[in-house]
């Protein structure tokens, strides 16, 4: 309805357009623009004199330096990547042949873009912006520059691109030379070449795009350089695509051929065979859907690719090959393989119970119910014939038997089982209001109307039996937003659209019933086609870095057998000519090789990725019991469906998400009134929020396991009314959050006050504006009251979009209910004396109602009001209603004066964030006095100040701009006092602080008398709720005489039935009434945000995650979402690329090296589906416009689809390697951006379960990715990471002193430990350190995680584990095998007085060395925060050996390996000796003491941000603050912390005030100086006894 007006259209409505510094000479005529057209500047003069045009380097930072300082880990953290190939096409647009090696340009040569906003240019450009396209319906900041621009306009056809000015071939303009030393720059203007003749005008591309497609040669330079890199990878592609043809062939898939001439449908209830389909000859697909990734036939050969693709498992499978082969293995035959299988079937059990929940969630909407109309027939003979006796009944029948063909019966609130066009409706003028937000997020109902040809055939549902119809439509394809068909009938053929289909997953409201046929089913329906067909099996990002790392061990394993086998044959060579026993036992080369491979291949330990899903397993659990993500509201706790990609949590780089559902409430909610100058704040939230209804809920509750998954049903709340706000029940302080308390003050009065002076004082000019104004609220809308009992709590209405149904229910919380409504009439119940009096019935006769519609961007209702007068009443975007006042002239003036200002502030602001991100250094360095126990003054000095240091650093990084956003002024009720906003405060009896006295005070009627400063207030009002992110509307009205209504009733009664151009007719008698209107006032629709997400956003922008919103819904209503939410700043640069407005390849080059300059201090892209399909058909365009994405701050697109919203994520996650991207939505056509996603993450919202049930992840709240990523994904990273450089330390460690050992035993293969003890290294001993250090693992605690986000980069950076991290635990690894077994063979092996040097004693000491030594590093050093679980795994590791040792001298038998004196040895020989205790003992503390050495010295000399961190932790005030920082998203799961830290942090303060008070005692000092209250003063000192003084 009119409400729609605000959001739908341009980039206007009632959606303020923001524009920062860059662009805020736009209104002065559009001089700012030049800058966006110059891609590079050319320069006159001779070759040699030209400076260097471009600065290339790919390692130039895209923002200022952050500081001055030397590079640190942080400030990687802090900077951002720029794109070469973007400089590169920018180079290449402008001809210029492209430097391999990076130049620099002079920066007097390049245009700053940070003070922009303070030039002053007068040089015209030209239009990008087509004369003939349509209008958008921009505000009227936007119209202003829009019209300044366009009369520069060089022409329709010309395009703007940077060019050498000695090539130059068109008209060239010139600019103001900014360096006097260069030479003047120029802008080419050329005729676009003809499409036709471009080189992708030969590929193949639908109609639609190829009429909107932009010319190819608008950037011809680029375009040549694109193909000339296309050309480059031809070869590869013809690869490709010669294995994608011989792939089709071998599984003999055939590709559906389009049919001749679409789908044909014929409507006929009695037909009891099924339709075929023309285009493979076979009935048509039924409606069953699936969203698994396997089936019964392609499970196992998936799964046994997915587990072999680990590199680890494949080298297993290799090497248990070889072993099995007779001969060749000394440590059996099938030791590898067996448990290779039993540890492969593990992980394929666990992947197929996770599909299998899959399974019956598509098999419980499968057997859904649908009514199906089945007719029956009975054959009678009669004499004239046979005659067919039909009986017709609605069948039930589950969803996956449906066909096409099939005539289905919806009822209120019922789902569309499949793609239907409606054939009746029994709603008001048939009309059906259908709910799609499933499909494009969009919350506005639909209305959907059968054809014109099928409301007179389908007048019932008996002619449904009876009568017939034939439709042809398209074939299923994925256009979500265009249909095309015909229906014909008797005859007549009718077209059909998008407005007689209802889709998959779409719900019918506010409509009895609805009839409709089949026309696609199952796989073929739209929400279908959009989706992921075969999602891919995600694997974590780290596996491919441990595949690195395990093709580094083999080629060591392979090195180190090669090398024993070499030095075999040399040593065999010298040796056995002098010992008789090695005569004629000569090995062959081959055998000793593969051997040697079996001896080491347990460098890579089988169970490697075995003990990883282990811990991946524990992982999952921890998640889920995490009650800081649990909602109480829903009952719903966070739900890990897999484990697979735990780690993938804390490196995520983009965040893609849906915005209804997702991002907000899909609640609306008026918010704020401007009427009369004046502007009031209408919050309710404080009445509907219970008590304690905080953002984050503090309480401890307990998780109910019955509710784990499932929605519970949300109690209904007590509807806020007019008494609640004049008894002042706004809740606690704690309670209220107002939509923009991130800002400052409230500067709005509330609407309690406006209505207490309204009824005080109803005789005041202003009291009759503002009860205008809520008559306008009241009546100008098309809902329909419907009662459910008595009081006007039993109401409720029934909307066509939520934005009047707030504005409905804000009037009536205002007094004025719209209580019953019929064709011609609205009954009003108004309270003009209070609640507490009787109302007062008026009935206004609807004379006439002019809907909304795209291109009016506003409604219109003639009514007559009881005392007779007429008034038309006109609410829509105020672009569209600012020109039809009876003071335009003076609101356009006005409108400019307000924008001024606005951009004035903007660049002040954009010039802050520049400067604070380039002041913001990195993360404070710890003092080594900070935690150092000690009374001396300067160790309290000196830790105060690193809290106050910390402090300071945590506001600069969370504040943002702190220019006042509000003139005070421009809010105050009377200008002539400038009242305050604390002067109404509610008193603490609930009143108005005023008092009665006061109440004709409160408003300055000569305010309200004067139109100029009324119109100025009104629009710096809109402009600020537009700030805010708020769908604004504009009100006007005017009273009409009966002469000039009987007029106009005329023409538009000729305009309504006229059966020629309609709807044109109608907006032209629309227009003729619109004029000369009254301002009513203004109003703002909030868009309710969840609860958490602004912050949410900012914490997630700090980590340096960029996010992407990617929604359905409309352009405006995406970009308010996007003040409200953060996403775009009041400071940011916003681009809209519309291939309406032209140019678009131009738009996105100047873009990039606008951002590339270094003077954009927030950068975000809009782009709307069309666009991006317009954009996706050009390959080279698509590859630029990923360049811009990538180096914007933030990306919105709207109206896409699912399957362009999938594509996107495609695109990122193929184009920027090593990140990690995270898709996040609520509803059915989220599914293919979640299944393409790295991680997917559902959100149980009011959508439904669809997304939740495919994701990887699903919560209840956005807010809770907060501790999700930044807490739980780092720590699960982190604990990955950890735990698969100690198993390959560990390994490395023990399997090279076998390796040092081969020396000693002539490289013959003998091994160093007893075969027994030697499996059991791995399952024993050493698997629970690792597997409780990556369970357990806490590097920093989970409030400091939160309240400094930039730590989160380290998995971004792969900082957890990477190449360097490997070489150097293996550095440490190999150091430490040689101490241990030189230790052990010099000091142990050579001793000539020891009881037993034989094999056994010496390898169970070096065994024993390093069962103790990893253990001990595993869980005493790597472990940060240990528990009596490092306790634990220690005396397991560790006692687990003693006692093996125990059992093994009791029970060994000496066959089994003669060569090992095993039994009784440890009682009798070397366990009785203290030399073989005390070198054991020196072992393992030398390499322990290096291990600590080493990391000491890493420490002092190169400390990372972790470590920093951790030491700023052990201080209790700097802990304290984290935790206050962070209290927000640990307000339930962190309570014992926080205890244990106040205890400590209260014993802390009472040890400082002792030592306090010892210092501030006085003390004799040398030479009589005393020193009290801490000041060192001089005193004469007393005579001593018996002295003379004389």
Known sequence: MAENGAVEGGEGGGMRRRRSVQDSDEVDGGERRRNDLHAIETFEGPPSEQPQRLRCSGNADRRPSMTPARKRKSDEMLSETVLTAATRAAAIMAGDVVPSLPVDVPSADTASVSNAGSRNRRTPVASRIRPRRKDRGMSLRSSLFTKSYDRRAIGENSFVEMQPVSSSAGHTISRQRTDKKGSEPSVTVSPIDDYASSSSASQCKPPFLIQDMPPASALPNYQHWAQRQANRHLPMKRVKEGYRKSRKLLLRIHETPPSKDGRHVRVDASRSEPLIDDRTGRPHIDNTIRSSKYTVWNFLPQQVWAQFGKLANFYFLTVSTLQMIPGLSTTGTYTTIIPLLFFVSISMAKEGYEDLRRHRLDKGENNSEARVLRVSHSPLKAAGGELRDESSHWASIKWRSLRVGDIVKLRRDEPAPADLVLLRSTGANDLAYVETMALDGETNLKPKQPPSCLVELYNSEDSIRVNQADLVVEDPNLDLYNFEGKVTTGGRTAPLTNNEVLYRGSILRNTPDAIGVVIYSGEECKIRMNANKNPRIKAPSLQAIVNKVVLIIVCFVVFLALFNTIAYRVWHGTKSNRRWYLIRAKVPFAHTLVTFIIMFNTMIPLSLYVSMEIIKVVQMFLLNSDIDMYDEVSDTPLEARTSTINEELGQVSYIFSDKTGTLTENVMQFRKLSVAGTAWLHDMDSVRSPPGGAMLMNKNKKIRPEGKGKMALRKPLPKPGLQDQLDGNFGSPCQRQPLDAHRGPQHELPTAEMIRYIQRRPHTLFAQKAKMMILCMALCHTCLPERDGDGDDAL??????????????????????????????????????????????????????????????????????????????????????????????????????????????????????????????????????????????????????????????????????????????????????????????????????????????????????????????????????????????????????????????????????????????????????????????????????????????????????????????????????????????????????????????????????????????????????????????????????????????????????????????????????????????????????????????????????????????????????????????????????????????????????????????????????????????????????????????????????????????????????????????????????????????????????????????????????????????????????????????????????????????????????????????????????ALWWLVLLLTVTACLAYEVAVRALKHAIFPTDVETFQTLEEDLGVRKRFEEASAPWLGNGSQSGSAESKGKAEEQARREREVQDLLDKPRVMEEGRVMKGGVETVEDVAPAQGYDGS
């Open 796 to 1473: 409720s209405y029934q909307a066509a979009s939520p934005d009047e149904l707030a504005l409905v229910q804000a009037a009536r919380e205002l007094g004025f209910v719209a209580y019953e409504r019929d064709i011609s009439a609205l009954v009003l119940k108004i309270y003009p004396n209070g609640l507490d009096r009787e109302p007062v019935y008026e009935r206004c006769e609807v004379l006439d109602v002019i809907e909304f519609s795209s291109k009016r961007k506003r409604m219109s209702v003639v009514v007559r009001f009881p005392d007779g007068r007429i008034c038309l009443m006109c609410k829509g975007a105020d672009s569209a209603v600012i020109r039809r006042l009876r003071c335009a002239d003076l609101a356009h003036q006005k409108s400019a004066e307000v924008e001024k200002r606005v951009n004035e502030r903007r660049s002040i602001e954009a010039q802050q964030a520049l400067y604070r991100r380039s002041s913001v250094g990195s993360f404070p360095r710890t003092s080594s006095q900070l935690t150092r126990p000690s009374i001396a003054r300067s160790s309290i000095s000196k830790a105060a100040a690193a809290r106050d240091e910390i402090d300071d650093w945590l506001t600069g990084r969370a504040q943002d701009a702190t220019v006042p956003r509000r003139d005070e002024r421009h809010y105050s009720p009377r200008p002539s006092t400038q009242l305050g906003r604390s002067s109404v405060a509610q008193s603490e009896s609930g009143g108005s602080a005023f008092g009665d006295a006061y109440d004709d005070e409160l408003v300055e009627d000569s305010l309200a008398a004067n139109d100029g400063l009324v119109i100025e207030r009104c629009l710096q009002h809109i402009n600020d709720f537009a700030t805010d992110g708020l769908r604004t509307l504009l009100y006007g009205y005017r009273f009409l005489d009966d002469d000039e209504y009987r007029n106009w009733k005329k023409s538009y009664h000729d305009a309504t039935t006229s059966l020629v151009n309609r709807q044109q007719r109608i907006e032209e008698a629309g227009e003729l009434i619109e004029q000369q209107l009254e301002l009513g006032g203004a109003t703002a629709i909030e868009d309710k945000l969840q609860s958490g997400v602004p912050e949410t956003i900012d914490r997630l922008r700090r980590a340096n995650i960029k996010m992407w919103m990617l929604t359905g819904d409309k352009r405006e209503t995406a970009i308010n979402i996007g003040h409200s939410c953060r996403l775009i700043k009041d400071y940011s640069s916003v681009t809209v690329l519309d291939h309406e407005t032209g140019h678009v390849a131009q738009k996105v080059a100047a873009f990039i090296l606008e951002i590339n300059k270094g003077g954009v201090a927030h950068a975000v892209v809009v782009i709307d589906g069309h666009t991006l399909s317009i954009i996706e058909a050009d390959a080279p365009l698509h590859a630029l416009f990923l360049e811009l994405a990538i180096l914007a701050d933030s990306v919105i697109c709207c109206r896409a689809s699912p399957s362009q919203k999938a594509g996107l994520v495609h695109a990122i996650r193929r184009r920027i390697k090593d990140s990690v991207t995270l898709a996040i939505g609520d509803g059915a056509n989220d599914i293919a951006m979640i299944q393409e996603a790295h991680v997917g993450i559902g959100i149980t919202g009011k959508e439904g379960l669809q997304a939740a049930r495919v994701s990887d992840y699903s919560i209840a709240q956005f807010r809770f990715l907060t501790k999700l990523l930044l807490v739980h994904g780092r720590w699960n990273y982190i604990r990955t990471c950890k735990y698969t450089v100690g198993t390959f330390g560990k390994e490395l460690l023990f399997y090279l002193t076998q390796a040092l050992f081969q020396r000693s035993a002539g490289y013959t293969g003998t091994s160093l430990y007893e075969s027994w003890s030697l499996s059991m290294f791995n399952t024993l001993f050493t698997s629970l350190v690792v597997i409780f250090l990556g369970i357990f693992e806490q590097d920093l605690r989970a409030s400091t995680l939160i309240a400094v986000p930039e730590l989160y980069t380290k998995g971004q950076r792969n900082g957890g584990f990477n190449l360097r991290i490997y070489l150097g635990w293996m550095f440490i690894a190999a150091s430490q095998a040689i101490i241990v077994f030189y230790t052990m063979r010099s000091l142990y092996g050579s001793a000539g007085f020891t009881l037993d040097q034989s094999l056994f004693p010496l390898g169970d000491m070096t065994y024993t060395a390093c069962v103790i030594i990893i253990a001990v590093k595993l869980q005493l050093i790597e472990q940060r925060y240990r528990t009596y679980m490092a306790a634990l795994g220690l005396f397991l590791a560790v006692g687990g050996w003693l006692l093996w040792n125990l059992v093994l001298a009791l029970t060994y038998h000496s066959s089994m390996n003669p060569e090992y004196y095993v039994k009784g040895s440890l009682f009798h020989t070397f366990g009785r000796n």
